[in-house]
């Protein structure tokens, strides 16, 4: 069974500054199927990065995804202060067939 | 324009049941997988259970394996999920959720359920 751990659990950055999460699997993952999203209190997710490095529709650029294996990451370049919420990384195939990590909150 | 509206929620025994369901509309529906995804308070998402999109394929996430059956009726743009012997620990937000590619860009705005007694 594939586990997904995010980290660090909570960032504490301030607006401007650069963001960088990660999420690491028990084992590898295709990068076709690591996706990432960013969840306001009381709504539902919204999708940042699919296929690990591509931005879904509407995504500002400031926001990448990279890596492959077991090692992705998800950079915010700029933080604005919409950008201060929870984020969470998904993959798709492996034993179960949908798994999402913990989630690292951004805290201002 | 994509939504998808959950319903049936609500506050329901331990060992009671509940059928939620999922209205779609602004997309061919019955060309796309769906997922449901649940969320405890204060807690993080976790997967339910899946269903292609002509009903070939289910899965189910273990934690409700047996206790939850997802079907869904093209002809009305609907997804269901009937939910049999909950437990304290189904107590969440459910999310319906349509799929692509192994990763969901449309979600409803979710539905609560309670089981509490």
């Known amino acids: 069974e594939i586990v997904l751990t995010q980290s660090p659990g909570t960032l504490s950055l301030s607006p401007g500054e650069r963001a960088t999460l990660s999420c690491r699997a028990s084992q590898s993952v295709s990068s076709s199927y690591l996706a990432w999203y960013q969840q306001k209190p009381g709504q539902a997710p919204r999708l940042l990065i699919y296929g690990a490095s591509s931005r879904a529709t509407g995504i500002p650029d400031r926001f990448s995804g990279s890596g492959s294996g077991t090692d992705f990451t998800l950079t915010i370049s700029r933080l604005e202060p919409e950008d201060f919420i929870v984020y969470y990384c998904?993959?798709?195939?492996?034993?179960?067939?949908?798994?999402f990590g913990p989630g690292t909150k951004v805290d201002i | 324009e994509v939504q998808l509206v959950e319903s049936g929620g609500g506050l329901v025994q331990p060992g009671g049941s509940l059928r939620l369901s999922c209205a779609a509309s602004?997309?061919?529906?019955?060309?796309?997988?769906m997922n449901w995804v649940r969320q405890a308070p204060g807690k993080g998402l976790e997967w339910v259970s899946f269903?292609?999109?002509?009903?070939?394929?289910?899965y189910y996430a273990d934690s409700v394996k047996g206790r939850f059956t997802i079907s869904r009726d093209n002809a009305k743009n609907s997804l269901y999920l009937q939910m049999n012997s909950l437990r304290a620990e189904d107590t969440a937000v459910y999310y319906c959720a349509v799929v692509v590619g192994g990763y969901s860009d449309y979600w409803g705005q979710g539905t609560l359920v309670t089981v509490s007694s």
């Open positions: 602004g997309f061919t529906f019955s060309s796309y997988s």
């Open positions: 998904q993959q798709y195939g492996s034993s179960p067939l949908f798994t």
């Open positions: 269903i292609s999109s002509i009903s070939s394929t289910i």
